[in-house]
């Protein structure tokens, strides 16, 4: 990632700029990284994930006024809770999956391709981390494409699932779907940018698939009806007690995938 500079903009592919929201913390990391999308020349630009309502943050992204539309990657409020007042302070509307958190558009579909801001767009769904979780891949965007994971996958660390609205039988066929996509770069919605997808996505499954075995050791140590807390001490002794709810739901997610009779 370079380090070029613009209106507190940072560029972060050869159709990208994002900028960094204030509102760091255990969940959020550095904060959400809001994106600008266009090409050289475009006429207008695509904004993904305006973030929390912070003011100043808005009037960075809203810069010369040329944003054209704004996407959601899922419902989570450190990438929505600016949406309505971005879109009044720009004009333009706002397109998620969920027709909640749309303004003056309709909901975006799995498979869609968006022309706009000078490039192509194409939207994935990618359920796992919520229910809504989706993916834009910038076809266009240098040599391999490149990828707005949203909090499908982090620039660090691992991703929550938020079950049951999460699951991780519908996050492991993401993964799946994303690492087809190649050795595209990898825009996160928090952390650093990120090369090879595909890479990223197989690490992701492989680190997915060794917390299942924990899991599994865990019920056959504390019985098979043993409980989210008592599996969440087993396998998750050293979390920090700012994320022991994040380590909660992801045992609950892999207790349900058990238990559903998938292994």
């Known amino acids: ?37 266009a090409a050289p020349g475009a ?12 003011e100043p943050h808005l009037q960075a992204l809203a810069g010369d006024g040329r944003i054209e539309l704004i996407l959601i990657t899922h419902r989570h409020a450190d990438h929505t809770a600016a949406a309505a007042r971005f879109s009044v302070l720009t004009g333009a509307p706002v397109r998620a999956a969920d027709p909640a958190h749309c303004h003056g558009a309709p909901a975006l579909q799995d498979g869609e391709t968006i022309l706009a801001a000078g490039t192509e767009i194409r939207v994935l769904a ?11 891949h910038l076809p266009q965007d240098g040599p391999h494409g490149s990828v707005l994971t949203g909090d499908t996958i982090l620039g660090s660390g691992t991703t929550v699932l938020d079950y049951p609205d999460g699951t991780l039988s519908d996050y492991l066929e993401s993964l799946d779907r994303l690492e087809r996509l190649g050795p595209a770069m990898v825009l996160p919605a928090h952390g650093p940018v990120l090369p090879a997808l595909d890479a990223v996505a197989r690490a992701y499954r492989d680190h997915r698939l060794g917390r299942l075995e924990q899991v599994r050791a865990a019920l056959a140590a504390l019985g098979a009806d043993a409980g989210i807390g008592a599996v969440t001490d087993a396998v998750y002794a050293d979390v920090d007690p ?22």
Do not use: W
């Not at 045992?251 to 349900?256: G, K, M, N, R, Y």
């Open 1 to 37: 990632m370079t380090t070029e500079k613009s209106r507190d903009l940072v560029r972060s592919s050869e159709l990208t700029r994002f900028r960094l929201a204030p509102n760091p913390g255990p969940m959020s990391l550095d904060g959400t990284n809001s994106y600008l999308i």
């Open 43 to 54: 006429a207008g630009t695509v904004a993904v994930d305006p973030g929390p309502l912070d």
């Open 126 to 136: 990618t359920p796992g981390h919520t229910a809504d979780s989706l993916c834009f």
């Open 242 to 263: 700012s994320v022991r709810r994040a380590a909660e739901l992801s045992v609950a997610a892999q207790l349900d995938y058990l238990r559903s009779g998938r292994r």
